[in-house]
């Protein structure tokens, strides 16, 4: 077993996910946890238990886990081992008759594979499956022993978590539910938010690049940085998903900007925490949530644009347009692209904008964080100054993951001419390898009982306080100018806009 560089292992449990026939489930839970048990990141004792409706008996189950979509796990060495620690119970988790079949699933699964009371239940389902999920778990009494106040062994406590999907709700209210139902039945210090952006490399480098040097922190605030700009762009559209994307829970604002790009925004934003522990990290994470401004009704227009995509091209090839999908309403006001200006009202950060954006059917697949350094304060290159760019530390989490910093360097030859370079940290290129999967890295963060990577309930509830204003305002001001970009393209041009109105303008290279 190779060594880990963590100070806690990863403990024995067993693993229930709820939604086991799914996509999710087949195409990254699955392939994360044969990831981590062939590089010994698994724990020593441990067993998987999928649980949905369809008919499956284990071992067919276990082929269609080993072949999903082309995932082909069948086909390495070492997946026949593996296989035989994957169980299947065909089972309404949201019915109460089904339980007593999933509990002595548990109790013969935990004897057989000695993992003994620590159960780690993975919602991998629908939203609207997820409470009564999670009563259904209260009501059956499995997590008593994991309460910590109440336990016998009080040096190696048994544990019970909960890895909980997105959505987290669809709006403050909602959340607010989902937290309280969350909270009868356990504790805080249990509950794992799953966000599978804060699993990536290049995001979770972000806290590295910022603490671990002293070349960037003494600029990382207001004084230096001019603005940062975070995309997430994505060149398919709905894919057959439409009848979930056009739902009141669906939208880039909702899908994206309220919880993904806003928890990237977060790390760039926070305090450097007293210790990397969970409960340190999370705390400064919650200020910057605390302190994004939440923005009033007749400002929406001024730092919030949506846009839906029309017919266009995508790669050369015709992209039909969003309201013509399957599954979404012909009068559509959905938003698949969404950006907005949020201000951290901060002494770090006064008056320095972030700029997020998302969309579907765009020029680029990219995500990405772009800090734009202002200008010298002197523009001593004035003959040459209509040329200079500012200096930008742009963190590519996708394609091309790495790092890179842009600045202004003299063209070779006669003459003082001056020409943006470009300092390349290539991540493949200098680890020779591609960032793993972040579900693999969160699936092990959440077996060590390390929170870290995970949301808190604070963080989820003012990033929706913040995201409401614009979603109320969307609602009640429908859009007329629906559809108002081409698939293949940047956005809407009111997004471009609403960034030359300050003066700058978006990276689309
Ligand atoms: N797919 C992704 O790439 C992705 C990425 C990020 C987040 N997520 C989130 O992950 C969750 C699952 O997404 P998905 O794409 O895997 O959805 P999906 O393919 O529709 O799978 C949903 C699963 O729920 C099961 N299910 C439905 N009703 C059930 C019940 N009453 N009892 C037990 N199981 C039930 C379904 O199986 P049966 O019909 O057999 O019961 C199926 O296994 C969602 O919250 C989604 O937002 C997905």
Not at 195 to 222: C, T
Not at 395 to 424: A, C, H, T, Y
Request: charge should be negative.
């Amino acid at each position: 077993m190779p060594p880990t560089a963590h100070a806690t292992p990863p403990e024995d449990s067993l693993i229930l996910i709820f939604g086991a026939s799914g996509d999710l489930t087949k195409r990254k839970l699955i392939p994360a946890l044969f990831e981590l048990w062939k590089n010994g990141q698994a724990p020593e004792n441990f067993a998987i238990l999928g649980v949905s409706r369809s008919r499956y008996t284990d071992d067919e189950y276990r082929d269609a886990c080993g072949n999903f979509d082309g995932n082909d796990l069948a086909s390495d060495p070492r997946w026949a081992e593996f296989r035989d620690l994957v169980h299947y119970e065909a089972s309404d988790a949201t019915a109460a008759e089904g339980w007593p079949s999933i509990k002595q699933r548990i109790r013969t699964l935990s004897e057989a594979h000695r993992t003994g009371q620590n159960l780690l239940f993975y919602l991998s389902l629908a939203p609207q499956f997820f409470e009564p999920v999670i009563v259904n778990i209260g009501n059956n009494g499995l997590v008593t022993e994991g309460k910590k106040y109440c336990t016998i062994d009080t040096q190696r406590p048994p544990w019970q978590r909960i890895v909980i999907e997105k959505p987290f709700g669809s709006d403050p209210g909602s959340a607010a539910h989902l937290n309280r139902v969350l909270a009868q039945v356990f504790d805080e210090d249990a509950i794992y938010r799953i966000d599978h952006y804060l699993g990536k490399e290049l995001v979770q480098n972000l806290m590295v690049l910022r603490f671990a040097n002293s070349l960037f922190e003494p600029i990382w605030n207001h004084r230096y940085i001019d603005h940062v700009q975070i995309t997430a762009s994505e060149t398919v559209g709905v894919e057959g998903r439409g009848a979930y994307y056009d739902s009141p829970s669906g939208g880039a604002m909702r899908d994206m900007v309220q919880s993904h790009l806003l928890q990237v925004a977060s790390i760039v934003a926070m305090e450097p925490p007293i210790t990397l522990d969970a409960e340190d990290v999370r705390t400064e994470k919650v200020k910057v949530f605390k302190a994004l401004r939440v923005p009033r009704a007749e400002d929406v227009p001024e730092i919030a644009v949506r846009g839906q995509y029309g017919e266009g091209s995508v790669k050369g090839e015709r992209y039909p347009a969003y309201r013509s999908e399957e599954g979404t309403d012909p009068g559509s006001q959905t938003d698949t692209f969404a950006a907005v200006k949020f201000h951290v009202d901060t002494w770090r950060w006064g008056n320095t904008p972030f700029y997020l954006r998302s969309g579907k059917a765009m020029a680029q697949k990219k995500t990405e964080i772009v800090i734009y350094l202002k200008p010298t304060p002197h523009a001593l290159f004035r003959e040459q100054a209509m040329r200079a760019r500012p200096n930008q530390i742009v963190i590519s989490v996708q394609p091309n993951p790495g790092i890179r910093l842009r600045f202004e360097g003299k063209k070779p030859g006669i003459g003082l001419n001056i020409k943006d370079v470009v300092m390349d940290f290539d991540y493949e290129e200098s680890w020779r390898a591609s960032p793993p999967d972040g579900y693999a890295s969160l699936l092990f963060d959440c077996l060590r009982g390390d929170q870290t990577n995970y949301k808190h309930r604070d963080e989820i509830q003012s990033s929706w306080n913040a995201c409401q204003p614009i979603l109320d305002y969307w609602d009640e001001n429908p859009a007329e100018d629906l559809p108002n970009y081409n698939a293949g393209t940047w956005g809407p041009s009111a997004a471009d806009v609403m960034m030359a109105k300050d003066g700058r303008y978006w990276r689309n290279d």
